[in-house]
């Protein structure tokens, strides 16, 4: 039987600063602490990728309504914005980093947004893990993994493990394809580099083993409101995307 975990995908919690040229990445405040206060309103409970992992492999058990909340690209508004909201519930979410990019303000080369962003320095990724959240690997440089050799796809995702590994004093066990460029040989790598699971962009809120290391997310972009968003909580949301051929 398929595992129903919603797996949500944020990028920033916060307004977009000026000249952005995507937005959507761009979850106001207001909304987000909103989007949490339904999700506890509902019952429902986080979990990291770990252990999502162990229950989908059969080494833990199921539980209902269990959910894994997600940041992309380790910006520092998860810190300062989003923490403090998902903590007022019990929640933690699970932060992807890239390590070349720790404590600089990015844009990546491929990326819609062109304004530079500050991402978390070392010590934020520290304190939020000290504050029961998690760090999972977005390679080293945010790279489109297609574009490399094997060789340098593996280098991307083990230097970048190591060096989060490194500064945070601790292990971690979740990785997360730039791009959600997924690919067999990716995903190969990360379950070498010791990745229990693995996030992609592909839509959907159930999980089958097989799956662990192309996991699927629902997108949170400013723009969704709350009765979608609910929609792409239930069983229904296979329906809506199997309806638009995606
Ligand atoms: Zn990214």
Known sequence: MKLHAPILMYHHVGDPPPGSTNPALYVPEKKFAGQMEMMAAGGWSTMGLGELAGI???RAHRSRRRFVVTFDDGFADGLSAAAPILERHGFAATFFVCSGAAGR??????????VPCPTLAWKQMRELAARGHS?????????RLGDLSPDRVREEIVSDKRAIEENLGAGIDSFCYPYGDYSPEAAAAAREAGYLAAVSNRRGNRHEPQDLYCLRRITVFRSLGAARLNLRLGLLYHVEHALRGD
């Open 56 to 58: 989908l492999s059969g």
């Open 105 to 114: 303000k990015i844009a990546w080369e491929r990326s819609k947004e062109t």
């Open 135 to 143: 760090i999972g690997g977005h390679t080293r440089s945010h790279v």
